[in-house]
């Protein structure tokens, strides 16, 4: 059994998302520490990119501010080394197909499983092409997560029944960022995947709020929330960690109520 599905053992759960780097390592230590500490199931760490495709322009923002640092691939997986040394829950990596490729995918998965990474979501590929990476996943334990988008229609059973780890619902169509609604047929979406896996699925995209948290996992088995916590980040930079994980406790006591 996946180790990610620890996250979804008590209940609803709820999945932030972080990038590292931003504005520095240490910043996003601290954050992690503190999402943790208040709650957070399985954090999302994202690996700074130059050109985030799926990324609406708060986590576009947090991306240049973290490449403008200095961070590298290595201080990633460095800084999640060190977070090993605390932390149990999930850990997951959100990246793009250019950052694994030019480090070498064996040698990434291999660094994936040695620091303690249980998963990798790469948006930019296709379901159709994940034969480009999931072979190193397998081999290295490391989950290859698949997403799921409101167009996906026909697909969705053929994508559920390989899925491992958990599922990526993609709440609506575009990129990242903060949204007042949602693509309708969610709920559908779910039950589908639900008569061919067992595997959880959590919806993310544009949740900001503990209602609309919870409201997405009612339906689903969580809710994942960037953009909002990479708000905190921009306005308090390395005074953020402390309000992530105040928000984090409001979105987690909303969803399991």
């Known amino acids: 059994m996946s180790n990610i599905s620890k996250a979804f053992a008590n209940g609803k759960a709820f999945i932030p998302f972080i990038t590292c780097g931003d504005p520095d390592t240490d910043t996003t230590y601290r954050a992690v520490l503190e999402a943790v500490a208040k709650g957070a199931d399985l954090i999302e760490l994202g690996i700074p990119?130059?050109?985030?495709?799926?990324?609406?322009?708060?986590?576009?923002?947090?991306?240049?501010?973290?490449l403008s640092g200095g961070i590298t691939t290595d201080d990633v997986f460095a800084l999640v080394e060190k977070l090993r040394e605390d932390v149990t829950i999930p850990l997951v990596f959100m990246t793009y197909a250019n950052v694994v490729f030019s480090y070498g995918p064996d040698r990434f998965m291999q660094r994936c499983a040695g620091v303690g990474i249980d998963g990798i979501i790469i948006p930019d590929i296709p379901y159709e092409e994940k034969e480009e990476f999931?072979?190193?996943?397998?081999?290295?334990?490391?989950?290859?997560?698949?997403?799921?988008?409101?167009?996906?229609?026909?697909?969705?059973?053929?994508?559920?029944?390989?899925?491992?780890?958990?599922?990526?619902?993609v709440s609506s169509l575009g990129v990242t960022g903060e949204r007042t609604s949602f693509a309708s047929g969610l709920e559908e979406i779910v039950n589908t995947i639900r008569e061919v896996t067992d595997v959880p699925c959590a919806i993310g995209f544009g949740i900001s709020n503990p209602d609309q948290a919870k409201a997405m996992a009612d339906i689903s088995d969580g809710a994942i929330v960037g953009s909002a916590i990479i708000k905190i980040l921009a306005s308090d930079g390395r005074d953020a960690p402390e309000k992530i994980g105040e928000f984090v406790k409001s979105m987690k006591d909303a969803i399991r109520a």
């Open 134 to 169: 999931e072979p190193y996943c397998k081999a290295c334990g490391v989950d290859l997560i698949s997403m799921i988008a409101p167009t996906s229609e026909g697909r969705i059973k053929e994508i559920a029944s390989q899925a491992s780890g958990f599922i990526y619902l």
């Open 49 to 66: 990119f130059s050109d985030p495709t799926a990324e609406g322009p708060v986590i576009q923002s947090a991306n240049v501010r973290a």
